[in-house]
């Protein structure tokens, strides 16, 4: 066989939030958009990173999809999960990918307007799912048949992520111009001011109906009315890879990040005036988010999560072994969920100290002398387990990538999988028929079996 490639929150209106049963909500900074409440975690959105549930304990890897073969070799850039579990997501080859609650391929899908890799599916309280395509925007199903197409002509080309608004708005950059796109696909209107393009961003809508948003190209953020006039614009010093959160105050915190310079953290208030400047280590700043339960900054300090009060006092600072590159997520109990490259997934309390790790590398039987994990940003599923897009290899090697879902009950393998496995890999291999798919299989199989024994006696 081959080698395995591989703030503080009032307690009454925490208790409304979890009394509405949401996966997540968007916080008292934010206007509380037209999301699907029981789905996942919409990355890249309208959202405050912040759930209404806790997060299981991280035990295993109930189960891993191989997506090599689906996506041309690379994480998707980020995933979907529905209120079924079912996750979404768009592949180099610019389908749309459904995988179930048990990590099966539902379908793909492939559209006559190509869908941008770098937009995360969006689901809306009416349970369609919104997915950004070059020209324009799809309103599919949960089955990915086509509701209604956006077009808007050659004239509007998207490559943002989506916002929902309350009343079911969709707002997005799109050829320099914010707009707005009604719930059925047509359009709503579109700013008088130009904007360059924002790549893998989306607006943020505040509680009051301010639409912000950040450009990179022309270093400058924007802050706009519900009916897309101009409120304010101010020139600072953000990147493509910056990110925008809100407080429960509604303070504005925008983070810059460069390479083999100092990142920054600038805390604005609602009229775009900055209160406070923050210095970072070199290239940190990639994102920021807000714990609410504490009323805490979040940013990301290239290998270190840093953690700082509203006025931009420092409270903690945590190192990785390796850089953090995907967002974390945040528990209804204010516990932070990050994962490192490497394949740590560290859960940290609202302090900063650590609460547990799971180590993804050792769970497929590598370690970090001769294996290599990276992760991608991670969701959550409606009973609070964690799913990630993580890339598996022994180093000098093709690397596999997969879909897996981190929780805190062993993976029971169906019958109708395991009866006679290991008979039908036996005769494939002596008849020569066996695919080296199997062959991949089987080893992932067998490391996750030599684990678990070793972890029984220990």
């Not at 840093?306 to 997520?329: A, L, Q, R």
Request: net charge negative; with cysteine.
């Amino acid at each position: 066989m081959s080698a395995l490639l591989l703030s503080t929150t009032s307690v009454g209106q925490a208790n409304a939030v979890e009394e509405e049963n949401n996966s997540f909500y968007q916080g008292q900074g934010y206007q509380n958009g037209g999301y699907q409440k029981e789905a996942g975690t919409p990355l890249f959105s309208n959202w405050s990173y912040n759930l209404t549930k806790e997060v299981n304990k991280l035990e295993t890897v109930k189960w891993d999809f191989d997506m090599t073969s689906l996506n041309s070799k690379s994480l998707p850039f980020s995933t979907a999960v529905d209120k079924d579990d079912n996750s979404y997501f768009v592949n180099r080859n610019y389908e749309l990918v459904s995988i179930d609650k048990n990590g099966k391929e539902r379908w793909k899908k492939t559209y006559e307007n190509r869908l941008s890799m770098y937009a995360a599916p969006q689901i809306g309280k009416n349970g369609v799912m919104y997915l950004v395509a070059t020209y324009g925007i799809y309103g599919v199903n949960s089955d990915g048949e086509v509701i209604w197409e956006s077009k808007l002509g050659s004239n509007y080309t998207f490559n943002s992520n989506l916002t929902i608004g309350e009343d079911g708005t969709l707002y997005a950059v799109s050829s320099g111009k914010l707009v707005a796109i009604n719930p059925d696909g047509s359009l709503k209107w579109a700013s008088a001011e130009k904007i360059s393009l924002s790549q893998y961003k989306s607006p943020i809508v505040s509680k009051d109906g301010t639409i912000y948003i950040d450009s990179s190209s022309d270093k400058t953020l924007y802050a706009f009315n519900s009916d897309g006039e101009l409120k304010w614009k101010k020139s600072i010093e953000i990147s493509t890879t910056s990110h925008l959160t809100l407080t429960n105050e509604g303070k504005i915190v925008a983070t810059y990040s460069y390479t083999n310079m100092p990142g920054k953290v600038f805390i604005l208030n609602s009229d775009g005036e900055t209160e406070k400047e923050i210095e970072l280590d070199k290239s940190g700043g990639n994102f920021v988010i807000y714990n609410e339960k504490v009323n805490q900054i979040i940013v990301q300090n290239v290998k270190k999560l840093s953690s700082f009060n509203v006025d931009g006092t420092k409270n903690w600072e945590y190192e990785f072994p390796n850089t953090v590159w995907s967002h974390p997520i945040i528990d209804k109990n204010g516990t932070i969920y990050a994962s490192s490259n490497g394949g740590l997934v560290t859960a940290l309390n609202p302090d900063g100290t650590v609460k547990e790790v799971f180590d993804i590398a050792k769970h497929f039987g590598g370690n970090s002398g001769n294996f290599g994990v990276m992760t991608n940003n991670m969701q959550v599923t409606t009973d609070g387990n964690l799913r990630i897009p993580v890339m598996v290899s022994f180093f000098g090697a093709d690397s596999k990538y997969l879909l897996i879902e981190l929780g805190n009950e062993p993976a029971e393998m169906p019958d109708d999988i395991c009866e006679g496995y290991l008979e039908d890999v036996e005769k494939q291999l002596k008849d020569g028929t066996i695919s080296q798919e199997k062959i991949d299989e089987a080893q992932l199989r067998l490391s996750k079996t030599l684990y678990e024994l070793s972890q029984k006696e220990q």
